[in-house]
C-alpha cells in the first residue's frame, strides 16, 4: 500500500519544484556573512598562458595537507588559479582554511562563506598566484521543496592574462536537483555572463531523479541521459565550450562515481586537462584546464 | 496533453489494481488447473511498481508452455516536468514449480525514452532514447490473481544498478 501510494503521488504530485530566486551580483563587501581576502599581495609577473583547477575539498579539515599534496603533484603544482568548494572556517582555528591554503601555496585568496556552521562557517574560495580584482557574490535560487535548504552562492573575480581581463566564477549546486531546476539555480549568471569567462564548480550532476528530497532510480540511470551530459548542452546552448566533459568520474561514494565537478569557458582557447585521481584527500578529484591566449 | 496521458496511464494502473484486488479467486469461469493444483491459463496481465516498467507499469504475459513465459511492460509517468516511457519485452523461465507457487527467472532489453524539458529559452531542452537490459528472479504466485515479486540487475552502458519490482495481475 505504501509503494501504491508513492506511486499515486507521483502520478498525481509531481510537478518541477518552484525555485525561490537568488539575488544580483553584488560586490562581496555586501555578502550575507563577511568575506575574507587577500587579493593582490602575490603577483608572479604577465602570464600568457593559464591553468585552472577545480576542486571539491571537503571542509579541508588539514588544508596544510592539502597544499603539500598538491605542490607534489606534476599537474596540480603548475595550476595558476584554484577554484575550491566546500571549504570552512572555523573561530578556535584562527584563520579561514584557504587563507591557510593560500599561504603554504604563495598565493592570493578569498573566501567566502555561504551558510553557518557551529562555530564556523562554510563556503568558496578562489586561489590565485595572479592578482585577482572584482570580486563578487551572487545568491543563486533555492529549491522550495528541499528539506534544510542551504544558501547557495557564485563566487567571481576577475584577473589579467596576456592584457586580457577573464573574469573565474565558481559554484557548489544542490544535490537534489532534477536538471531543470539545476539549470535554473545557475542560469542567472551563466546567460548573463560576458567573455572572456570560466565557470567552474562542484555541478552536483548525480544520477539520480529526485522527488521533492527523495532519489527516486529510474532506467535513465543507467540508460542516460545523465545529468552531467544535459548540463553540458545547456552551457553549449549558451556559448560555452564544455572542455573537461570526457573526465570520467570526479566524485567517489559508495552510492558509485559520477561526473559532478566540471570547467567551462566562453571566448577563450582551451587545451589540455586532466583529472587527478586518487589523492585521498577529498571524496572529489580536482579537475584542471590549460587556456592559451 | 502529455500531462493528461500521464495522468489517464496513472489513472489506468490504479484502476487494473483496484479490479485485481476486488475480484475472487475461483468466481470465474471453470479453471484449468492440473490435479496437483497448477493453473493452466496462459494469459495474464498485471499492473506493477518498479518491476520491468521504470516507476510503475502495466504489462502482459503469455506462457508459452510449462516453463517459458513472454512478457511485455510498459509505462508512461511524469517526474517533476521530466517524462519517462519505457518498453520491456522479456523471456522468462520458471526454474521451480509447486502448486500454485513458482519461481523464476528473466532477461529481456529495456528501451527507455526519456524528455525533459528546459526552463530556459536557449537550450530547447532533451529527448533521448537509450537501450538497456535487465535480469530477474522473482516469485509468482498463481491462482487466478498472478502476484510477482521480483529481484533484478538493470544495466545500460552507464553501469548496472540493483532493482526490484512487485507486481499484481489477473489470468485467464
Redesign the interface.
Given at each position: 500500500m505504501v509503494?501504491?501510494a508513492l506511486?499515486?503521488l507521483?502520478?498525481?504530485g509531481?510537478?518541477?519544484?518552484e525555485m525561490v530566486p537568488g539575488s544580483d551580483w553584488m560586490d562581496v563587501s555586501e555578502a550575507r556573512l563577511p568575506a575574507v581576502h587577500s587579493l593582490d599581495l602575490i603577483d608572479t609577473g604577465p602570464v600568457d598562458a593559464l591553468r585552472v583547477a577545480t576542486y571539491n575539498v571537503e571542509f579541508a579539515p588539514d588544508p596544510e595537507l592539502f597544499a603539500d599534496t598538491i605542490l607534489a603533484d606534476d599537474d596540480l603544482s603548475k595550476v595558476d588559479v584554484f577554484l575550491l568548494q566546500e571549504i570552512e572556517s572555523y573561530r578556535s582555528e584562527g584563520v579561514a582554511r584557504a587563507q591557510t591554503m593560500a599561504a603554504s601555496l604563495d598565493m592570493n585568496f578569498i573566501y567566502v562563506p555561504s551558510n553557518s556552521e557551529d562555530g564556523g562557517d562554510h563556503g568558496l574560495a578562489i586561489l590565485s598566484s595572479l592578482p585577482m580584482s572584482n570580486p563578487r557574490v551572487m545568491y543563486l535560487p533555492k529549491s522550495k521543496r528541499i528539506i534544510r535548504p542551504r544558501n547557495r552562492i557564485a563566487l567571481s573575480v576577475d584577473i589579467v592574462v596576456d592584457a586580457k581581463v577573464v573574469t573565474l566564477a565558481t559554484v557548489h549546486l544542490d544535490v537534489r536537483l532534477?536538471?531543470?531546476?539545476r539549470?535554473?539555480q545557475v542560469?542567472p549568471f551563466v546567460?548573463t555572463a560576458a567573455a572572456p569567462m570560466i565557470i567552474t564548480g562542484d555541478y552536483n550532476t548525480n544520477?539520480y531523479?529526485?522527488?521533492g528530497s527523495q532519489p527516486?532510480?529510474?532506467?535513465?540511470?543507467?540508460?542516460?541521459?545523465?545529468q552531467a551530459e544535459?548540463f553540458d548542452?545547456?552551457f553549449e546552448?549558451?556559448g560555452y565550450l564544455a572542455p573537461t566533459k570526457g573526465s570520467g568520474p570526479t566524485q567517489h561514494s559508495l552510492a558509485?562515481d559520477f561526473r559532478l565537478d566540471g570547467i567551462h569557458t566562453k571566448g577563450l582557447s582551451p587545451g589540455d586537462y586532466g583529472v587527478v585521481r586518487n589523492l585521498g584527500i577529498s571524496d572529489h578529484d580536482p579537475v584542471w584546464l590549460d587556456l592559451t591566449f | 496533453m502529455v500531462d493528461a496521458l500521464s495522468r489517464r496511464l496513472g489513472l489506468g494502473v490504479i484502476a487494473l489494481a483496484t479490479v485485481i484486488c476486488v475480484s475472487k479467486p475461483g468466481r470465474a469461469s471453470p479453471n484449468p488447473t492440473t490435479p496437483g493444483g497448477e493453473s493452466q491459463r496462459p494469459h495474464s496481465v498485471h499492473a506493477e511498481y518498479l518491476g520491468r516498467g521504470g516507476l510503475y507499469g502495466i504489462g502482459y504475459s503469455y506462457n508459452l508452455d510449462r516453463y517459458f513465459m513472454v512478457t511485455a511492460v510498459a509505462s508512461f509517468y511524469k517526474l517533476e516536468g521530466e517524462y519517462h516511457a519505457t518498453a520491456s519485452p522479456s523471456l522468462g523461465y520458471y526454474l521451480f514449480r509447486r502448486s500454485r507457487h513458482r519461481i523464476y527467472s528473466d532477461l529481456g532489453p529495456r528501451y527507455a525514452m526519456a524528455h525533459m524539458s528546459s526552463p530556459v529559452p536557449r537550450w530547447p531542452g532533451s529527448t533521448s532514447h537509450g537501450l538497456g537490459g535487465q535480469i530477474s528472479v522473482g516469485y509468482e504466485y498463481r491462482n487466478r490473481v498472478v502476484i510477482r515479486n521480483s529481484l533484478s540487475v538493470l544495466f545500460g552502458k552507464y553501469g548496472a544498478t540493483p532493482w526490484g519490482g512487485s507486481s499484481i495481475g489477473v489470468e485467464w
Amino acid at each position: 500500500m505504501v509503494r501504491f501510494a508513492l506511486a499515486l503521488l507521483l502520478v498525481f504530485g509531481a510537478c518541477q519544484v518552484e525555485m525561490v530566486p537568488g539575488s544580483d551580483w553584488m560586490d562581496v563587501s555586501e555578502a550575507r556573512l563577511p568575506a575574507v581576502h587577500s587579493l593582490d599581495l602575490i603577483d608572479t609577473g604577465p602570464v600568457d598562458a593559464l591553468r585552472v583547477a577545480t576542486y571539491n575539498v571537503e571542509f579541508a579539515p588539514d588544508p596544510e595537507l592539502f597544499a603539500d599534496t598538491i605542490l607534489a603533484d606534476d599537474d596540480l603544482s603548475k595550476v595558476d588559479v584554484f577554484l575550491l568548494q566546500e571549504i570552512e572556517s572555523y573561530r578556535s582555528e584562527g584563520v579561514a582554511r584557504a587563507q591557510t591554503m593560500a599561504a603554504s601555496l604563495d598565493m592570493n585568496f578569498i573566501y567566502v562563506p555561504s551558510n553557518s556552521e557551529d562555530g564556523g562557517d562554510h563556503g568558496l574560495a578562489i586561489l590565485s598566484s595572479l592578482p585577482m580584482s572584482n570580486p563578487r557574490v551572487m545568491y543563486l535560487p533555492k529549491s522550495k521543496r528541499i528539506i534544510r535548504p542551504r544558501n547557495r552562492i557564485a563566487l567571481s573575480v576577475d584577473i589579467v592574462v596576456d592584457a586580457k581581463v577573464v573574469t573565474l566564477a565558481t559554484v557548489h549546486l544542490d544535490v537534489r536537483l532534477n536538471i531543470g531546476n539545476r539549470i535554473s539555480q545557475v542560469h542567472p549568471f551563466v546567460s548573463t555572463a560576458a567573455a572572456p569567462m570560466i565557470i567552474t564548480g562542484d555541478y552536483n550532476t548525480n544520477p539520480y531523479h529526485w522527488s521533492g528530497s527523495q532519489p527516486v532510480l529510474t532506467e535513465t540511470t543507467t540508460i542516460g541521459p545523465t545529468q552531467a551530459e544535459l548540463f553540458d548542452e545547456y552551457f553549449e546552448a549558451y556559448g560555452y565550450l564544455a572542455p573537461t566533459k570526457g573526465s570520467g568520474p570526479t566524485q567517489h561514494s559508495l552510492a558509485g562515481d559520477f561526473r559532478l565537478d566540471g570547467i567551462h569557458t566562453k571566448g577563450l582557447s582551451p587545451g589540455d586537462y586532466g583529472v587527478v585521481r586518487n589523492l585521498g584527500i577529498s571524496d572529489h578529484d580536482p579537475v584542471w584546464l590549460d587556456l592559451t591566449f | 496533453m502529455v500531462d493528461a496521458l500521464s495522468r489517464r496511464l496513472g489513472l489506468g494502473v490504479i484502476a487494473l489494481a483496484t479490479v485485481i484486488c476486488v475480484s475472487k479467486p475461483g468466481r470465474a469461469s471453470p479453471n484449468p488447473t492440473t490435479p496437483g493444483g497448477e493453473s493452466q491459463r496462459p494469459h495474464s496481465v498485471h499492473a506493477e511498481y518498479l518491476g520491468r516498467g521504470g516507476l510503475y507499469g502495466i504489462g502482459y504475459s503469455y506462457n508459452l508452455d510449462r516453463y517459458f513465459m513472454v512478457t511485455a511492460v510498459a509505462s508512461f509517468y511524469k517526474l517533476e516536468g521530466e517524462y519517462h516511457a519505457t518498453a520491456s519485452p522479456s523471456l522468462g523461465y520458471y526454474l521451480f514449480r509447486r502448486s500454485r507457487h513458482r519461481i523464476y527467472s528473466d532477461l529481456g532489453p529495456r528501451y527507455a525514452m526519456a524528455h525533459m524539458s528546459s526552463p530556459v529559452p536557449r537550450w530547447p531542452g532533451s529527448t533521448s532514447h537509450g537501450l538497456g537490459g535487465q535480469i530477474s528472479v522473482g516469485y509468482e504466485y498463481r491462482n487466478r490473481v498472478v502476484i510477482r515479486n521480483s529481484l533484478s540487475v538493470l544495466f545500460g552502458k552507464y553501469g548496472a544498478t540493483p532493482w526490484g519490482g512487485s507486481s499484481i495481475g489477473v489470468e485467464w
